[in-house]
């Protein structure tokens, strides 16, 4: 059974970090990209970034200089760094695998394996 399960989201005051975690089980997902994806109360899903079977990074702008995804050595993990939380950071986030064409590496209809989901809250 492919699970992907998240870990490490929380409370945070606005201006500080916290580091969410993904671990993948069941497969390998070394030819995967491995992606966080965040959904707010009232608001469909968005992309934050994604680390690609080919070592690039991609993230989504809201995010860029604050966050930083990495991949653990075997790839069957990713963390991503979260500084300078800000209240609109406040979100459920998801882990996702798949193997989006560049075009699509923001899409999550393109991400064929998803975690649970792990509550981020940012308070002002």
């Known amino acids: 059974q492919v699970q992907l399960v998240e870990s490490g989201g929380g409370l945070a005051q606005a201006g500080g970090s916290l580091r969410l975690s993904c671990a993948g089980s069941?497969?390998?997902?070394?030819?995967?990209?491995m992606a966080w994806f965040r959904q707010a109360p009232g608001k469909g899903r968005e992309f934050v970034a994604a680390s690609r079977r080919g070592g690039d990074i991609v993230y989504a702008d809201s995010v860029k200089g604050r966050f930083s995804i990495s991949r653990g050595d075997t790839k069957n993990t990713v963390s991503l760094q979260m500084n300078s939380l800000q209240f609109d950071d406040t979100a459920v986030y998801y882990c996702?695998?798949?193997?989006?064409?560049?075009?699509?590496?923001?899409?999550?209809?393109?991400?064929?394996?998803w975690g649970q989901g792990t509550q981020v809250t940012v308070s002002s």
């Open positions: 996702a695998a798949g193997r989006p064409s560049f075009s699509y590496v923001k899409s999550d209809e393109t991400y064929s394996y």
């Open positions: 069941g497969r390998t997902f070394a030819s995967y990209d």
